[in-house]
């Protein structure tokens, strides 16, 4: 397995890469990302090449038996290319022109940013194509991240209203479907439809649905361009990716990795201004949507947090085992390749205070050892751990296009898109229940549960999936604002939850927007929830059944005690449960428990910030338990049988094991 580093031979004087080459060898490093801002040193000026540089760091990079990857430089354009080419720059919703001084500068909409783009990509691939020791590329860098997957300039106006004639055919079809004679939005020339610049009030939500999907289409065209570009030149073996970022951008992530060998992503779970990380679950959301952009493929983390991070602020600085325990949690969860950002903290640049394994000072301590502890563990057992099997029977629903249909109407001051799915993803992870976030794409039938959270955007082909999913004895699980809006982000007309009303065998007649810190009760009425009592939040919908069966109501003291906030009904041999409101974990959790071991899924009983993954090989089960808390520690309960340390094959644990604060450990029993 590959273990390695970020590292910017250009940053630091050519007398100290052999200090540093050495303390990577003495570390295992067996990997070097570089190159992904160095376009202005490929070509210093337009036409004119020069690799030297990387040429003489990659040379001396595989003189250590080290492999490379390389980042193509588009992330970065040079100042020479935005003095002559003002016109790739993007523009933000004000119509204000994004100037040179950052990174990601550009818009993908630019015909003279694509040429120019294949131009530096081309030269890199003929250069390195065939080198021995280059392994694979990557794709630019972080697409779309700090708000740059939106452009709103005018060559984005041609290229969206160029996207819309190809996709409605005519206005008259267009006009429609959006419902353009809401205040008198009537198109009669392609060239009158804007991109949502700032307005008064806000956009046509059809409009501004249709811009993202243009975005994303743009960002997937431009990926493939590149990748076209690289696989015309470089040897078969050597493997393309992208580092994603998953953060609600206008992409389409899946589109984009159909063109990929693999996925990448980059791990930060605490970054500059976090005063502690993200909690646990949310870090194993972003795992998990990296494991099903390919449908189950693992992928790499292309840049592994290894010390405090930030830009103007700097975050939470990792605690002695952090290191350790996310690189664990990435590799339990379907990372196949750990490349820790950064080899070490620059001294200048707007990353100064991106600390790394090693600090300004360029010194081994804590940090480099801690690395170091983690490689010597893998050496054993990683190989076999990436490739056992990720068992999965609970599917979570992700589309990007419902995340950008909550950006635009999200209702509610208190919602937000990730919180309130963690919010239906948690109760799982807590029961250490493992899933697969899913697409309307796959096949229903290898899972007994399916979690579909806020579907305020539904898709018609997705729904009948559902049912037939039900009929034949799954499970069902919708949330609050189910079947609100059709593919054209228009609202449904019939009664909520619209085409789902029947398989939920509910109506919804009237609903609550829970603002600033209003909240609601809900009370348990039959089993599982029986007696139970919890607070709620976000939303409210009050449910009228039509054959479902009431599991909790309300029982504030406003007109709406009494009504229902939680169904279940049963279809074919199947169930499907509505939660109607932002239900806190204390009632989640016991109705997962219940609907897991009715659904014939095991569940196990861990304090809550311990984690368990399972990985399934032929002749070996591997276990990883983690314990997220900094200060506590926890007995754990082992599943049945003998279980090995997979660093050293020697020390073995049954029934219980007993877990330090922080403390990380990979299992190993015989199948």
């Given at each position: 397995?590959?273990?390695?580093?970020?590292?910017?031979?250009?940053?630091?004087?050519?007398?100290?890469?052999?200090?540093?080459?050495?303390?990577?060898?003495?570390?295992?490093?067996?990997?070097?990302?570089?190159?992904?801002?160095?376009?202005?040193?490929?070509?210093?000026?337009?036409?004119?090449?020069?690799?030297?540089?990387?040429?003489?760091?990659?040379?001396?990079?595989?003189?250590?038996?080290?492999?490379?990857?390389?980042?193509?430089?588009?992330?970065?354009?040079?100042?020479?290319?935005?003095?002559?080419?003002?016109?790739?720059?993007?523009?933000?919703?004000?119509?204000?022109?994004?100037?040179?001084?950052?990174?990601?500068?550009?818009?993908?909409?630019?015909?003279?940013?694509?040429?120019?783009?294949?131009?530096?990509?081309?030269?890199?691939?003929?250069?390195?194509?065939?080198?021995?020791?280059?392994?694979?590329?990557?794709?630019?860098?972080?697409?779309?991240?700090?708000?740059?997957?939106?452009?709103?300039?005018?060559?984005?106006?041609?290229?969206?209203?160029?996207?819309?004639?190809?996709?409605?055919?005519?206005?008259?079809?267009?006009?429609h479907r959006w419902g353009t004679v809401f205040w008198s939005q009537t198109y009669d020339n392609?060239?009158?439809?804007?991109?949502?610049?700032?307005?008064?009030?806000?956009?046509?939500?059809?409009?501004?649905?249709?811009?993202?999907?243009?975005?994303?289409?743009?960002?997937?065209?431009?990926?493939?361009?590149?990748?076209?570009?690289?696989?015309?030149?470089?040897?078969?073996?050597?493997?393309?990716?992208?580092?994603?970022?998953?953060?609600?951008?206008?992409?389409?992530?899946?589109?984009?990795?159909?063109?990929?060998?693999?996925?990448?992503?980059?791990?930060?779970?605490?970054?500059?201004?976090?005063?502690?990380?993200?909690?646990?679950?949310?870090?194993?959301?972003?795992?998990?949507?990296?494991?099903?952009?390919?449908?189950?493929?693992?992928?790499?983390?292309?840049?592994?947090?290894?010390?405090?991070?930030?830009?103007?602020?700097?975050?939470?600085?990792?605690?002695?085992?952090?290191?350790?325990?996310?690189?664990?949690?990435?590799?339990?969860?379907?990372?196949?390749?750990?490349?820790?950002?950064?080899?070490?903290?620059?001294?200048?640049?707007?990353?100064?205070?991106?600390?790394?394994?090693?600090?300004?000072?360029?010194?081994?301590?804590?940090?480099?050892?801690?690395?170091?502890?983690?490689?010597?563990?893998?050496?054993?057992?990683?190989?076999?751990?990436?490739?056992?099997?990720?068992?999965?029977?609970?599917?979570?629903?992700?589309?990007?296009?419902?995340?950008?249909?909550?950006?635009?109407?999200?209702?509610?001051?208190?919602?937000?898109?990730?919180?309130?799915?963690?919010?239906?993803?948690?109760?799982?992870?807590?029961?250490?229940?493992?899933?697969?976030?899913?697409?309307?794409?796959?096949?229903?039938?290898?899972?007994?549960?399916?979690?579909?959270?806020?579907?305020?955007?539904?898709?018609?082909?997705?729904?009948?999936?559902?049912?037939?999913?039900?009929?034949?004895g799954g499970t069902v699980i919708f949330s609050y604002r189910t079947g609100v809006k059709d593919?054209?982000?228009?609202?449904?007309?019939?009664?909520?939850?619209?085409?789902?009303?029947?398989?939920?065998?509910?109506?919804?007649?009237?609903?609550?927007?829970?603002?600033?810190?209003?909240?609601?009760?809900?009370?348990?009425?039959?089993?599982?929830?029986?007696?139970?009592?919890?607070?709620?939040?976000?939303?409210?919908?009050?449910?009228?059944?039509?054959?479902?069966?009431?599991?909790?109501?309300?029982?504030?003291?406003?007109?709406?005690?009494?009504?229902?906030?939680?169904?279940?009904?049963?279809?074919?041999?199947?169930?499907?449960?509505?939660?109607?409101?932002?239900?806190?974990?204390?009632?989640?959790?016991?109705?997962?428990?219940?609907?897991?071991?009715?659904?014939?899924?095991?569940?196990?009983?861990?304090?809550?910030?311990?984690?368990?993954?399972?990985?399934?090989?032929?002749?070996?089960?591997?276990?990883?338990?983690?314990?997220?808390?900094?200060?506590?520690?926890?007995?754990?309960?082992?599943?049945?049988?003998?279980?090995?340390?997979?660093?050293?094959?020697?020390?073995?644990?049954?029934?219980?094991?007993?877990?330090?604060?922080?403390?990380?450990?990979?299992?190993?029993?015989?199948?």
């Amino acid at each position: 397995m590959f273990i390695g580093v970020d590292y910017y031979p250009e940053q630091w004087p050519r007398e100290r890469w052999e200090t540093d080459l050495k303390l990577m060898k003495e570390l295992g490093i067996n990997v070097i990302r570089i190159s992904e801002f160095g376009w202005t040193l490929m070509e210093p000026e337009e036409g004119t090449y020069d690799f030297s540089l990387y040429d003489d760091a990659i040379k001396l990079i595989t003189s250590y038996g080290m492999k490379v990857v390389l980042g193509t430089p588009t992330a970065t354009p040079p100042a020479w290319l935005i003095q002559k080419y003002p016109e790739v720059l993007p523009a933000d919703e004000n119509g204000v022109t994004i100037g040179f001084g950052a990174r990601r500068h550009y818009t993908v909409n630019s015909k003279t940013y694509h040429l120019l783009s294949k131009r530096i990509v081309e030269a890199m691939a003929k250069h390195y194509g065939d080198h021995p020791d280059v392994i694979g590329w990557q794709t630019d860098n972080e697409y779309g991240h700090e708000k740059s997957d939106r452009s709103y300039s005018e060559v984005d106006q041609e290229a969206f209203q160029e996207w819309l004639l190809q996709k409605y055919g005519s206005l008259e079809e267009l006009n429609h479907r959006w419902g353009t004679v809401f205040w008198s939005q009537t198109y009669d020339n392609w060239s009158q439809i804007p991109v949502p610049r700032k307005v008064y009030q806000e956009h046509n939500p059809s409009l501004l649905l249709d811009f993202n999907r243009f975005c994303a289409d743009a960002y997937t065209a431009y990926n493939r361009m590149q990748v076209e570009t690289l696989r015309e030149h470089i040897r078969e073996d050597q493997f393309i990716t992208h580092n994603f970022v998953y953060t609600g951008l206008a992409q389409d992530q899946k589109a984009i990795a159909e063109d990929l060998d693999f996925i990448s992503f980059d791990n930060y779970p605490v970054w500059g201004g976090l005063a502690e990380p993200i909690k646990p679950a949310a870090i194993a959301r972003q795992h998990d949507l990296c494991r099903g952009t390919k449908n189950g493929k693992g992928y790499w983390v292309m840049e592994e947090l290894s010390g405090a991070q930030g830009w103007s602020q700097i975050g939470y600085l990792p605690r002695p085992g952090h290191l350790k325990l996310w690189t664990y949690q990435a590799i339990a969860r379907g990372a196949e390749a750990i490349v820790y950002f950064r080899w070490r903290a620059a001294r200048f640049g707007t990353e100064q205070f991106c600390h790394g394994i090693l600090d300004h000072d360029g010194v081994p301590r804590r940090k480099y050892k801690e690395v170091k502890d983690v490689i010597d563990s893998l050496k054993r057992r990683g190989d076999d751990l990436i490739a056992a099997d990720f068992p999965a029977e609970v599917g979570f629903y992700h589309d990007p296009e419902n995340d950008w249909a909550w950006q635009i109407q999200p209702q509610s001051d208190q919602f937000d898109f990730i919180q309130e799915f963690l919010r239906f993803y948690e109760p799982a992870h807590a029961l250490q229940v493992q899933g697969n976030i899913i697409r309307d794409d796959v096949d229903l039938s290898a899972y007994k549960v399916i979690v579909v959270p806020i579907y305020f955007l539904t898709k018609k082909g997705f729904n009948e999936k559902l049912e037939q999913f039900a009929r034949q004895g799954g499970t069902v699980i919708f949330s609050y604002r189910t079947g609100v809006k059709d593919q054209d982000n228009v609202v449904s007309e019939k009664t909520l939850p619209g085409e789902l009303s029947n398989m939920c065998g509910i109506e919804v007649h009237e609903y609550d927007s829970l603002r600033g810190s209003r909240s609601a009760t809900v009370k348990g009425t039959a089993a599982p929830l029986e007696g139970l009592s919890a607070e709620s939040s976000v939303w409210c919908d009050f449910i009228e059944p039509t054959e479902a069966e009431v599991l909790a109501t309300y029982e504030d003291d406003e007109w709406f005690s009494g009504r229902a906030a939680i169904t279940r009904n049963y279809v074919g041999r199947g169930q499907v449960y509505y939660i109607g409101t932002g239900v806190d974990r204390s009632m989640l959790l016991p109705l997962y428990e219940a609907i897991f071991k009715e659904a014939g899924i095991e569940t196990t009983d861990t304090p809550e910030p311990v984690e368990m993954v399972t990985r399934v090989g032929d002749d070996v089960t591997y276990v990883t338990v983690l314990n997220h808390s900094v200060e506590e520690s926890f007995d754990v309960k082992l599943p049945a049988g003998k279980w090995i340390d997979a660093s050293n094959g020697e020390e073995t644990f049954e029934g219980t094991l007993t877990l330090k604060p922080l403390q990380s450990i990979i299992l190993e029993s015989s199948n």
